[in-house]
Structure formats: C-alpha cells, structure tokens
C-alpha cells in the first residue's frame, strides 16, 4: 500500500519535472523570456552554466525526466526501483550544483530552477524510500519455497 502511493507520488512528480524543463527549453529554443517573478531567470538561463558543451541544461533536464517516467512505467521490481532511485539522485545532485552556482556565482534566483530542484529533492526521497523500503524483501525471482 505505501509503495502504491510513493509509485504515484514519484509519477506526479516526474510528470510536473517534465512540465517545467519542457518550458524551460521551448524558452531557450524560442529564444524568448521565461516568465519570472524574481527577476533572475533570464541571467541564469543565459549564464554560462545553462548549457553543457551547447546542449541547454534544460533539455538534460527534460531527458532526464523523461528517463525517471521510462523507469517508472517501463521497469518492474528490483529494476525499476533501483533505476528510478539512481536517476533521481544524479539528478538532484546536478540540481544542488546549479543551484550552488545560482546563488554564489550567478548571484540569481530562476524560479523555475527553484521549482525544478525541489522536484528533484523531493523525486529523490520518495524514489529512495521506495527502495529502501524494499531492502530484506524477497527479491524478484527468488524462489519463495
């Protein structure tokens, strides 16, 4: 019943992460302005940590979404636990990176930066707890007998 409802906590959550890198990179495709309320976004979208080797870090993002929404519907057992809780956690730890180089380096707040790494905070914990709570539990295919 608890991983019933942190399976579905972890798809909502996926699916708003995709919403909000999805954004992000027809902002950057468009070449138009993020909507913002901090007055930062624009700075940190065109700083130089936006992008990895020309590719926009929102599209890394978005992939990396989409990867966590691949594990979850695709995957079953061991695997999708396992899978789901290593992508988030790469995931968040980019996100603490960004986030560290938003506040002492670009000296700006992105909303939607903001609002991407609390998904992935909390993608983390939820995907972690998943497996987790499934450590000492037969494993997949295990003989039960």
Do not use: N
């Not at 996100?95 to 380096?105: I, K, V």
């Amino acid at each position: 019943m608890l991983d019933r409802r942190l399976y579905r906590t972890a798809l909502v959550l996926t699916i708003v992460g995709i919403a909000i890198a999805a954004y992000l990179t027809y902002v950057h495709y468009a070449g138009i302005e993020p909507a913002c309320s901090t007055g930062g976004c624009e700075v940190v979208q065109t700083s130089e940590w936006a992008d990895v080797y020309g590719v926009p870090v929102a599209l890394i993002g978005l992939l990396g979404y989409i990867g966590i929404l691949a594990s979850l519907l695709a995957l079953r057992g061991d695997a999708q636990l396992f899978v789901s809780a290593a992508l988030s956690l790469v995931g968040f730890a980019y996100s603490g990176y960004l986030t560290y180089q938003e506040l002492f380096t670009i000296k700006a707040i992105c909303q939607w930066c903001v609002a991407s790494a609390v998904v992935l905070t909390l993608l983390a914990i939820v995907t972690l707890w998943r497996l987790l709570a499934s450590v000492g539990k037969p494993m997949e295919g295990a003989d039960a007998g």
